[in-house]
């Protein structure tokens, strides 16, 4: 069973920046990907960005150029790096991890984004 908790949300003004994390159970290395995906109030939940084992990384369009996703292994942790901020970036933000034929959720943090 991976455990992740996400932190780092908040309310910032357009334009700012945030950097949210995910702390994992085990070391992203062990992981086949991690992830974040965003659910914003009446919409579906959707990818954010993905980071794999081997270091590998992948953007939805809308935040490309504006959001970085890293990794600290020694700390268990991916990051991300949220840039440019806009109003329709407000969402729950969750962390995502599969492993073998498992997935796993982390319970959200939410990030407000007013203009």
């Known amino acids: 069973q991976v455990q992740l908790v996400e932190s780092g949300g908040g309310l910032v003004q357009a334009g700012e920046s945030l950097r949210l994390s995910c702390a994992a159970s085990?070391?992203?290395?062990?992981?086949?990907?991690v992830g974040w995906y965003r659910q914003a109030p009446g919409k579906q939940r959707e990818l954010v960005a993905i980071?794999?084992?081997?270091?590998?990384?992948k953007y939805a369009d809308f935040v490309k150029g504006r959001f970085t996703i890293s990794r600290d292994n020694g700390k268990n942790t991916v990051y991300l790096r949220m840039d440019s901020l806009k109003p329709e970036d407000t969402a729950i933000y969750y962390c995502?991890?599969?492993?073998?034929?498992?997935?796993?959720w982390g319970k959200g943090t939410l990030v407000t984004v007013f203009s």
């Open positions: 995502h991890a599969e492993k073998f034929a498992g997935d796993y």
């Open positions: 085990e070391s992203p290395l062990s992981l086949s990907v």
């Open positions: 980071i794999s084992r081997g270091g590998g990384t």
